[in-house]
């Protein structure tokens, strides 16, 4: 899965250049951390116990964020709008605890892959999936859909 993130990232057209990188995976995080450098492309939180997802943790802060990986935490619920004012292109959330498909119409114009596999949605609304304009790849494998 590191090499299909990796390969997504670079496909996607990001510089190295330009990359800033933040990894806070296996931190014991319960909570999506506030010190992190607001210049920030890409954003690691792997392997946590982040529950929950709230629009006051990325909201408006992180104008350059576009690839973040929040994969094997126990995020049960992404609060509607919760990433305004990113750059998102790519979202993994994969081996959470969603029954719910998130709401990423905030960056619709943006968020190009997304992958909520191994979660346990069960259903997905249409108007979740008809706002994402630039979406190009949606995993939703091992779900009970």
């Not at 990001?14 to 995080?29: C, M, P």
């Not at 909201?59 to 350059?64: D, G, M």
Request: aromatic share 8%.
């Amino acid at each position: 899965m590191e090499a299909l993130w990796l390969l997504v990232v670079f496909s996607l057209g990001i510089e190295q250049a330009q990359l800033v990188t933040v990894n806070r995976d296996s931190q014991g995080l319960t909570s999506v951390p506030t010190d992190i450098d607001t210049g920030v492309t890409i954003l690691y939180l792997r392997s946590n116990s982040i529950k929950e997802i709230k629009q006051t943790d990325f909201n408006w802060k992180y104008p350059h964020l576009e690839s973040i990986n929040l994969g094997k935490n126990n995020i049960a619920v992404v609060e509607d709008g919760s990433f305004n004012g990113t750059a998102l292109r790519t979202i993994y959330a994969t081996n959470n605890s969603m029954t719910q498909f998130p709401d990423y119409c905030a960056i619709s114009g943006t968020v190009e892959v997304i992958s909520v596999a191994g979660n346990r949605i069960n259903a997905i609304s249409a108007h979740r999936i008809a706002c994402l304009t630039a979406l190009q790849w949606l995993y939703l494998n091992s779900n009970p859909i």
